[in-house]
Structures are given as C-alpha cells and as structure tokens.
C-alpha cells in the first residue's frame, strides 16, 4: 500500500510567522511531488511541484525534497489569514500498466491568526 | 494557463433522475482524466481514471454502472450519475493530467472548480 502521511493538525501560527508542513511517503520510487491548497467548500488548487531533491522557491513559498529520507515539505514565509487552509501533499505513484495516480495526503489545516 | 473548468458548479435534483457533470481542459489537452468525490470533511476520494477514447478504471467499490464515465476527446470527461439517492450527494471534482516534460511520471494534475451535488 503505498501511503502519504500528514499531520492533520490543525496548525496555528501568527500572521507574518513562517509555516512549516511536513509530508512523507512510502513509495521510494515516486519521481515527483506535488503541494496544493483547498479552502473549504472549494477544490483544490496547485500550489508547487517539485521533482529534484533539495529547495525550490517560489514567491513565498519553499517546497524541499529529501528522497533519501522520504520527506517533502512545504514552508510559507510571512504567512498572511488568506493562507488559512488544508494543505494538501501528493504523490505520484505508478499504478501499473505505465500509468501514474496522485495519492493524497489527508491534509493538515492551517490556521493564520491575525 | 492549465484551466479545467466544470458544469454546472452545483446541482439539485430528485432522488431516482440521472445527472451529467461536464468536465474540460480549456487550454491543453489533458493525457488523463480523473474524478474525484468528497464528503464533507473528508479527504478526497478517487472514484475513476478516464483515458480518451477507452473505457474507464473505477476504483474498487465505486460502481461502474451507476457512476458512468465517458471521455470523448483529449478535453472533455463526462461523469453520469445515474438513478440518484440522496447518499450520492457529493462534492464532485474533476482533475485533467498535462503533459509538462517527456516523462509520465511528471505529469501535473490540474483540478476543476468541483460540482456540488444534493440529492433529494
């Protein structure tokens, strides 16, 4: 069973701090990584992908990848109310017959206090 | 870019009609579709993938003939809900896959802004 583990939270931090959300996975052979984001009641919406290990930065967000370890994580510089969210990792696991799925993580819920 | 949009967005109907939920990729062609059902705080269900022009893979216990998937071109997906009852009231969400380099195994799904189903 190949799996994505989140911690659900929620995690609270205050509004400019830096939120750190973490992901591992079981499948060592996954190539590529995904973050979205899904406010309540809404689909969800990507955010970052990353297939290299190490940093990728984009505006205020930072996606790391760490293969060997098996860990993906999401940091939000000067996170804003607006960040509030389920923040959603996903892997992407082959399925058989030269097909690749997303498995999601459950989320953890971000919570933004002003 | 990488757009999927949904119709219609939400949707009530009474118990035993059938419902069609329309799903496209406006500015790419997507390798894959895949629909997706939540509840409410609940994560996000995989129901079936859909390759264009073949028939579709449901995900076990999800029934193939009651939730009917047709994928007509590389931009549009169908999902049918048929014969519905009010426990198939649902968040319903469409996900198209882009190519973004030559390699399966990196392509990026793109999700639809979802269709709200209530069931009377």
């Known amino acids: 069973q190949k799996e994505v583990e989140q911690n659900s939270g929620p995690l609270s931090v205050p509004e400019g701090a830096i939120a750190s959300l973490n992901c591992t996975y079981s499948d060592r052979g996954s190539q590529s990584f995904f973050w979205y984001r899904q406010y309540s009641g809404k689909s969800p919406e990507l955010i970052m992908f990353i297939y290299s290990n190490g940093d990728k930065e984009d505006g205020r967000f930072t996606a790391q990848l760490n293969k060997a370890s098996q860990y993906v994580s999401l940091l939000i510089r000067d996170s804003q109310p607006s960040d509030s969210a389920t923040y959603l990792c996903?892997?992407?696991?082959?399925?058989?017959?030269?097909?690749?799925?997303?498995?999601f993580g459950k989320g953890t819920k971000l919570s933004v206090i002003p | 870019g990488a757009v999927v949009s949904q119709h219609p967005s939400w949707v009530i109907c009474k118990s035993g009609t059938s419902v069609k939920i329309e799903c496209r990729s406006l500015?790419?062609?997507?390798?894959?579709m895949f629909w997706y059902r939540q509840f409410p705080k609940q994560s996000l269900m995989l129901m079936a993938t859909?390759?264009?022009?073949?028939?579709?893979?449901?995900e076990q216990g999800v029934e193939k003939d009651k939730f009917l998937i047709n994928h007509a071109s590389l931009t549009l997906s169908t999902l049918t809900v048929t014969s519905a009852h009010p426990e198939d009231s649902s968040f319903y969400i469409c996900?198209?896959?882009?190519?973004?380099?030559?390699?399966?195994?990196?392509?990026?799904?793109?999700f639809g802004p979802g269709t709200r189903l209530t069931v009377l």
């Open positions: 500015d790419f062609q997507a390798t894959t």
């Open positions: 859909s390759n264009e022009g073949s028939k579709a893979t449901y």
């Open positions: 996900s198209a896959r882009r190519r973004t380099s030559g390699v399966l195994s990196t392509d990026t799904q793109y």
């Open positions: 996903a892997v992407n696991t082959y399925s058989g017959a030269g097909s690749y799925q997303l498995t």
